[in-house]
């Protein structure tokens, strides 16, 4: 069958329709609508990031005091092994002798610690005796500190490190009297 021009006009009407002038106003004012409904969308754009925006800070606020707090319990075990290497062999014995000699080695913990200010070393013999050997003790201690403030159950926690060593030498050093703020 062979189509004629007046077939082709015919599909062509009815596939994209004649159109008079009212269904034209109508086309626009749908155009119209859409345009209005975008402007509305940016609107909800902003509803919707005030209500997400607090849970994206909360995120945000917790890798950074978790991570400032996993820090500090890092440099607290830290604190701890070099306490224990420079109480074991008695780091730079001098004329120094007991209660003097503890306040130089703490002393030197607390340099090598990241936030001095904040901690606590304690030194302790397990018996009386000073000699290679021996078994000792030392726990550091430190406040918690927080970058933003944001999580307060963080403010009661305090990182400590206890670490049990063997004397390498005979030690001029004796046992602090409990807890000893870094000087």
Known sequence: MV?????AWSRFLKDFGEGSIAEEEE???????????ERDEEGAVLVEFALIS????????????????????????HGAREAARLAA???????????????????????RLES???????LALETSDTSGGALATVRVERDLEQLTGFFTFLDDLEPSSE???????NVSWVSTLGEQACP
């Not at 670490?163 to 030498?169: G, K, M, Y």
């Open 89 to 111: 062999v008695d780091f730079q014995p001098t004329s120094d002798e007991g209660q003097d000699q503890t306040d130089l080695i703490v002393a030197e913990i607390c340099a």
């Open 3 to 7: 189509s004629t021009g007046h077939d």
């Open 27 to 37: 086309r626009v004012d749908v155009g119209t609508i859409r345009h209005r409904g």
């Open 163 to 169: 670490v049990t060593f063997r004397l390498e030498r």
């Open 116 to 122: 001095p200010e904040v901690s606590r070393v304690n």
């Open 54 to 77: 607090p849970f994206l800070f909360v995120i945000l606020f917790g890798i950074l005091d978790f991570g400032w707090a996993f820090a500090q319990i890092l440099d607290t075990r």
